[in-house]
């Protein structure tokens, strides 16, 4: 029996995945398929987030060649080129689309030194940031 049955599972295998000739997707006596999929593109993405964003009163900024968002671990997300940026401060919020990158605070180091706020400034002459080694666990 246990014999009978694992030749009909090995025969359903085939005829099901490719085994055989036999097996078939699409043509006559197949099942017809009930609903067309439809494909979402990027550009209806899009549009659907900058209806939010006007929901929101968001405008655009212009001007903004670059941002740079800073983490309490000490990386920064790097926007550089086709950034842009869209901002509500009533609401507080700002959208930045564009390719970030991250990176480590020291990478940018010389020329982020402008950009650099009073508090995390003066982490980084605490020696707060980077490379090491205040707290240790125990």
């Keep these: 029996m246990a014999d009978t049955m694992a030749e009909a599972r090995a025969k359903m295998i085939a005829r ?24 979402k593109t ?10 939010t964003l006007k929901k929101l009163g968001c405008s655009d900024i212009p001007g903004i060649e670059e941002v740079n968002i800073f983490n309490k671990n000490g ?15 009533g609401a507080n919020t700002y959208v930045v689309t564009g390719k970030g990158e991250e990176k480590q605070l020291q990478d940018l180091m010389p020329g982020i030194m402008p ?24």
């Design 115 to 138: 950009h650099l706020g009073p508090d995390l400034m003066r982490q980084m002459q605490a020696g707060g940031m980077g490379g090491g080694g205040g707290g240790g666990g125990g």
């Design 16 to 39: 099901r995945f490719g085994g055989k000739a036999g097996a078939k997707t699409g043509g006559k006596g197949s099942v017809r398929r009930k609903k067309k999929t439809v494909h």
């Design 75 to 89: 990386t920064v997300v790097h926007f550089k080129h086709g950034v842009k940026l869209t901002a509500s401060t």
């Design 42 to 51: 990027a550009t209806s993405d899009d549009k659907k987030i900058g209806a």
